[in-house]
């Protein structure tokens, strides 16, 4: 590969990586209003129990998908030759 | 708040509202970041799998936003409608709502339905017409529980006797929307009706509490005023109730809760004002007849009971669902009892009826049962003659438990007693009637509950009548033979309770002799052709002396026994399909009367072939004939199971079994006679024993007559 396309792939991987940070970085708190207030009694009651403990997991989950989304971009761009 | 969190189901406003809000917000953002993150994911060739698991969040978000609007639509509903009440705290206003949505739904269109009630009651007949889409709610807890609460208990109680004023100034003023205005107010008082079973059932989940029913009470014993005035236009809260308790279809039938409360203190209501003065022999005729605008309490003298709404506004069968008419015209003169919609409520459940019936009212001697059935006995004869107070017994004391026990054994005093004071036992061994007091009849509705009563309790009867020729004591909790005779001749002269207890009996008797052939039928012989004899012999004495000379009822049932009834095997795998044989030996109750029904049906649907001896005379000589032709099927019924076999004769199918003898032909009868004696086939016999049982079963009976009550 030339080092004129190793150079253009590494620019586009780190801006890939800039973008999907800034992604997880704008949603990473998303659902926080939600279990915030069901913290505090919004709303009580077995269905409310269940509405809550499903918000949490989806947060979990939310983040756990954010976080992998970044570490598989910056693997990239790690593996990417150096141009020497 | 963490403790009350556990307990309280509800919402906090106005924190609620901003979740809501925020969290439909929060799923719009993370479905627009999994398409985003599918772009870069996808345009940097990178693994898209955390973009597609966001995206499925995202789906779940989405539908619990909608959830959450929904409730929040219901809850601002609530709001707005001032259902139900929000408690104020330092973080917010509480309010309280059910966790289901349906129920949360339920809980509006209850409080719609009270709302729209009141309009209805008001003249608004769109109101009227608008209940009608929410009638079918009635049987949802949340829903019958929003809507007694928003009527109040005293609005239970003023907003039927309001429809039924509208409905009777329909009536007046002629109007042509008389129809629609019926069928409307009907179904508006069911409606009312089955949420205040509902609700009133501590076992529903939408039970309104016990303050509830103590308040209903307060509200029944009250007078209330007509919304159109005029003067003399009170009523009692409890004439209302009993339109309502009326109009019940059972469907959930009242709570044992609901009878103690309120039923009891009906029944209470009632006793306390009962007529001072005996009462004439015949009910007068309605001394007043309805005059439009002036509504009576008591619509004729203060002898009569109590009416309800129908009664009090002479709205003949207005109030009346279609199906619940049992003829044209009303009856009785439009007198109605509001004791009577009360028990009809209870007769729908064994709960109801034993709470009601098994009562005795602290301060009274008496209890409620011997109240009704003999103080009170006058004052069915102004109505239904004790029909549903018959039916409301049937449902309290046709079971085994100690309750039906110790009520069956009160009314068979009770009922015993009375029915002594008609009949008489005459010197010549036959009854005599005296209509002493000219009240004999005025139970006359409650005879076929009686006799139903009664076919559930065949074996007390029997062990009771039989008791001393077993050898063993009565039990305490059994009727007295004396009181088992009068209340033979009391049911029997109703057709439908004595055929039923007929039919039972022949059933019973037939499934104890099939159950039991191994172990000797002596003394199931002696029970069964007993108690027959008694039942006959009443019957035919009570008609005779009062003067009936033809009893069809009788005929016919002779009729089936010399057609062979007792010859013909019963195929109970057809007629208990699905039950394991080995439970036939438990049939008791209802399933007497199911053989039994089956065997009378089969003779007259088939005829049966037995024109083999002389037709029968005397009731015992059915007795006798019955049971020996029953014998006679289970012994052949016996010889083939064992495998028997009477290769080549005329009595027998092709492979050697002995034919039913209901299917038999003259020849084949005398050969079977011939055969049985060469073959020594045992035949069963009568043994002396049970001959003299049969044969004393009359004069035994009558003499159940002899003597006086002591007075209690």
Known sequence: MADGDLEELTRQLRVAVARIQRLSDDHWHALDPTCGAMDADAWMGPAGRRFGSSVRSDRVELRGQLSQAVRNAQAKLAAVPKIS | ?712
């Open chain 2, 1 to 712: 708040m963490s403790d009350r969190s556990t307990s309280f189901v509800g919402v906090r406003q106005p924190a609620f509202d901003a979740m809501v809000s925020g969290h439909v917000r929060a799923a719009a953002q993370i479905d627009r970041l999994a398409q985003a993150l599918w772009a870069e994911l996808n345009r940097a060739q990178l693994d898209t799998s955390p973009a597609i698991r966001i995206r499925a969040v995202a789906g779940r978000l989405r539908e619990q936003a909608a959830d959450l609007q929904r409730r929040q639509r219901l809850v601002r509903e609530m709001e707005r409608q001032k259902i139900g009440f929000g408690f104020s705290t330092s973080q917010g206003t509480l309010w309280d709502l059910p966790d289901a949505l349906d129920a949360l739904q339920a809980r509006i269109d209850g409080a719609e339905a009270a709302d729209l009630a009141k309009e209805a009651a008001g003249g608004d007949r769109k109101a009227l017409g608008g209940l009608t889409r929410l009638a079918a709610e009635a049987n949802n807890p949340a829903f019958a529980r929003s809507l007694l609460e928003r009527l109040g208990a005293d609005g239970v109680i003023t907003l039927p006797a309001a429809l039924a004023q509208r409905l009777r100034m329909t009536m007046d003023a002629r109007a042509s929307s008389l129809g629609a205005d019926e069928a409307g107010v009907q179904s508006a008082l069911k409606m009312l009706s089955r949420a205040l079973a509902v609700g009133t059932n501590p076992a529903s989940g939408g039970y309104v509490g016990d303050s509830y029913l103590n308040r209903l009470a307060a509200q029944g014993r009250a007078d209330h005023r007509f919304p159109k005035g005029g003067p003399n236009d009170t009523y009692n809260g409890y004439q209302p109730l009993a339109t309502l308790l009326g109009m019940s279809d059972g469907r959930p039938p009242f709570s044992a809760r609901f009878m103690q409360i309120v039923g009891r203190d009906m029944i209470a209501y009632d006793r306390e004002h009962r007529p001072k003065h005996s009462l004439p022999r015949t009910p007068p005729p309605v001394a007043f007849p309805y005059v439009p605008g002036t509504p009576h309490r008591r619509p004729e003298d203060a002898s009569a009971p109590t009416p309800d709404l129908t009664g009090l506004l002479q709205l003949g069968w207005a109030l009346t669902p279609e199906a619940d008419r049992p003829t044209v015209d009303p009856p009785s003169h439009g007198r109605t009892d509001f004791l009577n919609g009360l028990l009809h409520a209870a007769a729908f459940s064994r709960d109801g009826s034993q709470a009601l019936l098994d009562h005795t009212p602290s301060g009274q001697k008496n209890s409620d049962l011997e109240y009704l059935l003999h103080e009170r006995r006058p004052l069915w004869a102004y109505t239904d003659h004790g029909t549903s107070l018959g039916q409301a017994m049937s449902a309290a004391m046709s079971a085994h438990d100690p309750i039906s026990q110790k009520l069956f054994k009160e009314t068979s005093e009770l009922l015993g007693r009375d029915t002594r004071k008609y009949f008489t036992y005459g010197k010549d061994h036959k009854l005599r009637f005296s209509n002493v007091d000219g009240h004999a009849d005025d139970l006359s509705g409650l005879r076929p509950s009686l006799g139903a009563i009664m076919c559930s309790h065949l074996k007390d009867l029997e062990d009771s009548l039989f008791a001393d020729i077993s050898g063993s004591e009565l039990p305490k909790i059994l009727p007295s033979p004396r009181d088992v005779d009068a209340l033979l001749a009391e049911a029997g002269q109703s057709d439908d309770g004595f055929m039923s207890l007929v039919e039972n009996a022949i059933g019973r008797s037939r499934v104890l002799l099939d159950q039991r052939h191994a172990e000797g039928v002596d003394n199931v012989l002696i029970a069964q052709g007993g108690f027959l004899g008694h039942l006959l012999a009443l019957r035919h004495e009570a008609l005779v002396a009062r003067g009936v000379t033809v009893d069809t009822t009788n005929a016919q049932i002779k009729e089936l026994i010399d057609k062979g009834v007792g010859l013909v095997p019963v195929p109970y795998a057809k007629l208990f399909s699905g039950v394991p044989a080995s439970v036939y030996g438990e049939l008791a109750g209802r399933q007497y009367g199911k053989v039994g029904a089956w065997l009378f049906q089969h003779m007259q649907q088939d005829g049966g072939s037995a024109a083999e001896d002389t037709k029968v005379a005397t009731d015992e000589q059915a007795v006798r004939k019955l049971l020996r032709h029953m014998s006679l099927s289970v012994a052949i019924d016996r010889f083939n199971a064992s495998g028997g076999r009477a290769s080549g004769e005329p009595f027998a199918d092709e492979k050697g079994k002995i034919l039913p003898p209901s299917r038999w032909d003259d020849k084949a009868r005398s050969r079977f006679i011939d055969w049985s004696q060469d073959k020594n086939f045992a035949a069963p016999q009568m043994s002396q024993r049970v001959e003299t049982v049969i044969k004393n079963s009359h004069d035994d009976a009558i003499s159940s007559f002899n003597g006086t009550d002591e007075t209690p």
